[in-house]
């Protein structure tokens, strides 16, 4: 087995250089050819000083990001997949580019993206040092819909670790009561207001107590089923977080997190959304977890940004242009993204390039996912215009009207081509586009030719 290791990796590491000298950097069909050589490849290559896995149903390459950059200041030599490759072959050419020709590390870490459906099968060969869960939601028509599937996945995953450590979310009520050893867990939670019951969605999946099966009572509530739930009959409860945002000032963008031990330490972010709260609140609690000093995360974490990939924001002709990732088929990734555009009073359009890229245009795909997801929300009279292009726009139009949006507010093309040319801007201060995760490169596109018609330059 060493033998058919070795040339997996020198294989795996040739094809890896060729698609280098190619300007073809962000591939994974080397990591195919590795598992092919040899299928253990995971479970024999030698690991890095530590090994971290991230995983859940929405936020992990954002996790992922933030825990590489902090690293990465701190002065740790870190491999991980920038673009998101989170399947077996992903990890493979990633485990190979952390060993030098030889197979041992030549990096302080490395940070894995692990996709749910298929965490057993990774995890129980990599046996990281820190398993980081970061909820779980409802997901994807197409591939695994149901949280508690999801659940039962990690689970199983968890269940196969020897000695890791496990982060999880204590205002999750789907992962948070999930079977870990006492002493190997951390959890982690923002302090909500008391009382505060859960907001209206299409989109709540923790209605029933995993015990007995009464209605649970939320102590406070965030965004869909996140909060302090507690079950009246059985007494079942949410964990006491190992680490809490106490405090929390989205002006000056600043956190107070007060770890078990007592103490309270104020971390600077780079974002105001409440999502994006809780990735850097998951990676402060990883990072912690794993011992590193407190003090250095405080300066460190100030540097790390979201990944372009999942969110933009730049200014031309005085009007704020973002891009916002909102997956397709999956109604609580957008949800929470319409909850917050919903809290901004300022004048805005919104561009919908939310459905999923086919090969063949004219393939169909699953609306059902539409009556999941909030569109009520952005019902908003501050929401001018919500655009909307591609072969389904009459599916999307249906489900806004139904939302109770005025015909008037609804632009619907067949062409991507045709939104460019159709923006008005007038009175507009804010353009949102909100984008599936194989639409990047368009949405780009699209805000790079919106800028260029307003005249405007990078700010």
Not at 2 to 29: C, E, H, N, P
Not at 88 to 104: K, Y
Not at 264 to 280: A, G, K, P, Q, V
Not at 420 to 425: A, K, P
């Amino acid at each position: 087995m060493k033998f058919r290791f070795y040339i997996a990796l020198w294989v795996g590491k040739l094809i890896s250089w060729f698609y280098t000298i190619r300007g073809r950097k962000q591939d994974d069909f080397p990591g195919s050819v590795i598992h092919k050589i040899c299928p253990d490849f995971l479970q024999y290559v030698h690991k890095p000083k530590y090994t971290i896995a991230v995983t859940g149903t929405n936020g992990k390459t954002v996790v992922t990001s933030l825990l590489a950059q902090c690293m990465q200041g701190m002065g740790y030599k870190v491999a991980y997949n920038d673009w998101g490759a989170n399947l077996r072959s992903g990890h493979c050419i990633l485990m190979a580019r952390s060993v030098n020709w030889r197979g041992r590390p030549c990096v302080n870490a490395v940070i894995l993206e692990i996709d749910e459906e298929t965490a057993y099968e990774n995890l129980s060969a990599l046996q990281p040092d820190c398993l980081v869960v970061t909820n779980i939601c409802r997901d994807s028509l197409e591939r695994n819909a149901h949280p508690f599937c999801n659940r039962d996945r990690i689970q199983k995953a968890i269940d196969s670790l020897e000695h890791t450590k496990i982060v999880l979310n204590a205002d999750d009520p789907i992962s948070c009561f999930m079977d870990v050893p006492e002493d190997r867990v951390r959890y982690f939670a923002i302090d909500g207001k008391p009382g505060s019951q859960p907001e209206w969605s299409n989109l709540h999946d923790f209605t029933i107590c995993p015990n007995c099966f009464s209605q649970p009572k939320y102590l406070y509530s965030h965004y869909l089923h996140f909060g302090k739930v507690q079950c009246p009959v059985c007494g079942l409860q949410s964990p006491d977080p190992d680490y809490e945002i106490v405090h929390s000032d989205m002006l000056t963008k600043q956190i107070t997190v007060r770890e078990k031990s007592g103490i309270e330490l104020t971390y600077t972010i780079r974002s105001s959304t409440i999502f994006n709260t809780f990735n850097y609140l998951t990676a402060i609690a990883c990072l912690r977890t794993l011992g590193f000093n407190a003090e250095q995360l405080t300066m460190h974490i100030r540097s790390c940004r979201i990944p372009q990939s999942r969110e933009t924001h730049e200014n031309a002709g005085g009007i704020d242009l973002y891009t916002v990732m909102c997956k397709g088929q999956a109604g609580s990734s957008a949800s929470v993204v319409f909850r917050q555009l919903a809290k901004i009073n300022k004048p805005m359009e919104l561009i919908l390039l939310m459905n999923e890229t086919y090969e063949h245009e004219e393939q169909p795909e699953a609306v059902s996912w539409l009556y999941d997801t909030d569109f009520e929300l952005l019902s908003r009279q501050n929401i001018r215009r919500i655009v909307v292009a591609g072969p389904v726009y009459a599916d999307y139009h249906l489900r806004l009207r139904l939302a109770g949006i005025p015909e008037s507010r609804i632009v619907c093309f067949r062409d991507y081509s045709d939104i460019t040319d159709n923006m008005t801007f007038d009175g507009i201060r804010e353009i949102y586009i909100l984008h599936e995760v194989h639409r990047i490169t368009q949405a780009h596109q699209l805000r790079d030719a919106i800028r260029k018609k307003l005249g405007g330059g990078r700010s």
